[in-house]
T-cell receptor, first 111, second 111 residues
Framework: SQTIHQWPATLVQPVGSPLSLECTVEGTSNPNLYWYRQAAGRGLQLLFYSVGIGQISSEVPQNLSASRPQDRQFILSSKKLLLSDSGFYLC??????????FGSGTRLTVV | DAKTTQPPSMDCAEGRAANLPCNHSTISGNEYVYWYRQIHSQGPQYIIHGLKNNETNEMASLIITEDRKSSTLILPHATLRDTAVYYCTIGKMNRDDKIIFGKGTRLHILP
């Protein structure tokens, strides 16, 4: 069966520190992968999506970047976090003939 | 921008059917209607999708109007655990699809 893993579940980081969030998918190959962010009390904002290794599309200019070093691995990064980067980060993949499957998310607090 | 419009909130009595409307007047012929829900502090969960025919699964029913410009998600016997934000989205089945989420409907199930 297909599963999606995100870690860590929660993270508190100081302003100016780097960030690396990892997402991996199991049980499928060549998935479309997505990073969304949800600020407190707000909707889901699409940040990046990837249709294959090394292929990244950015939806919103920001302080973040994404990489896909392996087929089933999607990484969200920042060199220097801002307070406005706080939020709930969700990774998702698209199952053929189905909807998106989301991970359990990482709640990031920048202090 | 999201291509769907939903009421910001709704109430439903426990045990009754919850009917959540969605307008998607600009939907194109090859776009599907997808519904997701997000329970507090969790990632969104796929519920159901459809193209033009009504659909039913173990979670809900989806009624799409003949002109496909609107749809209704029906939870036949709402329980307290159905309290969540419900998102109606439209998207394609092809690999390049990316879903833009709107603000959704916050459904409160009342005991």
């Amino acid at each position: 069966s297909q599963t999606i893993h995100q870690w860590p579940a929660t993270l508190v980081q100081p302003v100016g520190s780097p960030l690396s969030l990892e997402c991996t998918v199991e049980g499928t190959s060549n998935p479309n992968l997505y990073w969304y962010r949800q600020a407190a009390g707000r909707g889901l904002q699409l940040l990046f999506y990837s249709v294959g290794i090394g292929q990244i599309s950015s939806e919103v200019p920001q302080n973040l970047s994404a990489s896909r070093p392996q087929d089933r691995q999607f990484i969200l990064s920042s060199k220097k976090l801002l307070l406005s980067d706080s939020g709930f980060y969700l990774c998702a993949w698209k199952k053929p003939g189905h909807g998106y499957t989301f991970g359990s998310g990482t709640r990031l607090t920048v202090v | 921008d999201a291509k769907t419009t939903q009421p910001p909130s709704m109430d439903c009595a426990e045990g009754r059917a919850a009917n959540l409307p969605c307008n998607h007047s600009t939907i194109s012929g090859n776009e599907y209607v997808y519904w997701y829900r997000q329970i507090h502090s969790q990632g969104p969960q796929y519920i159901i999708h459809g193209l033009k025919n009504n659909e039913t699964n173990e979670m809900a029913s989806l009624i799409i109007t003949e002109d496909r410009k609107s749809s209704t998600l029906i939870l036949p016997h709402a329980t307290l655990r159905d309290t969540a934000v419900y998102y109606c989205t439209i998207g394609k089945m092809n690999r390049d699809d990316k879903i833009i989420f709107g603000k959704g409907t916050r459904l409160h199930i009342l005991p």
